[in-house]
């Protein structure tokens, strides 16, 4: 992976944000690789095709690309908000490459993956409807709240100009893979829960540690009226998957919160 971008690319067009999507897009499209399988390439998706940028040729994997020249923040623009809730609940969500480059180093400094089957409903923001005088007025986009994604469903690829190894950007997609086991309506629930577990600051936690999560998942999953048992309910298939441990008596331990990249290399 080489992390300097070509900004003669850019050159034949006057929008700065044109020059931005076609300069990253093609350095995507020569240094990034699966990170599900042992392809180290992927395809650059037909032009004008809506959704996804590249896709793999081996295991026909989906991926979009968010490049910024400022450093990512808590929140990244995304498209229609039906069209993504919708695509979660639905399994059709890709996986997200998040670039930030260098205006002086012109360089990537910061690459993350977020795979598509880590998005719970609940990271997805609406945003106000365009207004009345715009283009396409009254079109409803959404914000991606990234702390609503748990940190270790949040691949490094890149950080601070570091390139982590494609193995271990392999081997932490393969941990977290077993979430695709778990139907997609089911998912951003147990999502959101190892969420509310990863924000307890304790080695070892009980179910009434959790529990105090009650109000916000209520808040989150209006339409469950039986918010308790549900979290009973995720706690043991976070331990089936491995998330976590049950050590008897409503007691329970962190699993894998240290194990990704993010770790390793900061």
């Known amino acids: 992976m080489h992390l300097i971008l070509d900004r003669s690319l850019g050159m034949a067009y006057s929008s700065k944000a044109q020059q931005s999507r076609v300069i990253t897009e093609h350095w995507g499209l020569t240094n990034l690789y699966c990170p599900s399988c042992t392809s ?10 809506p959704v996804y940028d590249y896709w793999c040729n081996d295991c026909t994997g989906i991926f979009q690309l968010k490049a910024s020249s400022r450093p990512i923040g808590h929140k990244i623009a995304d498209a229609a908000y039906d069209s993504m809730v919708a695509a979660i609940l639905e399994n059709r969500c890709p996986h997200l490459f998040v670039l930030h480059y260098g205006v002086v180093s012109n360089a990537v400094e910061n690459l993350f993956l977020i795979p598509g089957f880590s998005f719970p409903v609940s990271a997805i923001e609406k945003r ?34 570091m390139i982590v190894p494609a193995p271990i950007v392999r081997l932490d997609f393969a941990r977290i893979s077993k979430l695709q086991s778990v139907v997609a309506k089911q998912r951003t629930w147990l999502i959101d829960v190892l969420n509310c577990v990863r924000k307890i600051k304790k080695a070892d936690f009980t179910l009434q540690d959790v529990y105090r ?34 050590m008897g008596r409503g007691r329970y331990t962190h699993r894998n919160e240290n194990s990704n990249a993010t770790e390793k290399y900061s």
């Open 40 to 49: 180290n390439s992927l395809q650059k998706s037909p032009n004008n095709t």
């Open 128 to 161: 106000q409807p365009l207004r009345p005088t715009a283009r396409r007025a009254g079109w409803v986009g959404c914000n991606i709240v990234l702390s609503n994604i748990p940190k270790e469903l949040v691949i490094p690829i890149v950080q601070q100009s």
């Open 213 to 246: 999560f009650e109000p916000l998942l209520s808040t989150m999953h209006p339409q469950n009226k039986n918010v308790l048992a549900k979290i009973r309910q995720q706690l043991q298939m976070l331990r089936d998957l491995g998330f976590v441990e049950f």
